[in-house]
């Protein structure tokens, strides 16, 4: 739904398959903004992220969960499965800041 979502805003997402090197693929790509999963165990999450913010300062990060997760810090956080997608472009503009 996100990767249709994406296209129709005329966005190339680019999907990291499970198993994959994420952090040699994001450092490859070079994403405007990444968009993390924290269904996933939140330490990868929170470490690819910190490993996203040192070496791609630029690159904007978003979580997603279909948990309330308390994370440390004021994380641009989206729920999944069902949470409008305004708040998914609110929180891209914030990221990126537009």
Do not use: N, W, Y
């Not at 990060?61 to 609110?90: D, N, R, Y």
């Amino acid at each position: 739904m996100l990767h249709t979502f994406f296209r129709l805003m005329e966005i190339e997402p680019f999907l990291i398959a499970p198993g994959d090197d994420v952090l040699d693929t994001i450092r490859r790509v070079q994403p405007d903004i990444v968009l993390l999963d924290l269904d996933t165990p939140i330490l990868q999450a929170l470490e690819i992220a910190a490993h996203t913010r040192a070496q791609l300062p630029a690159t904007g990060i978003i979580f997603m969960s279909s948990h309330p997760i308390a994370v440390p810090g004021a994380l641009p956080l989206i729920a999944k499965p069902g949470e409008c997608f305004e708040k998914l472009l609110q929180l891209m503009e914030l990221v990126l800041e537009v």
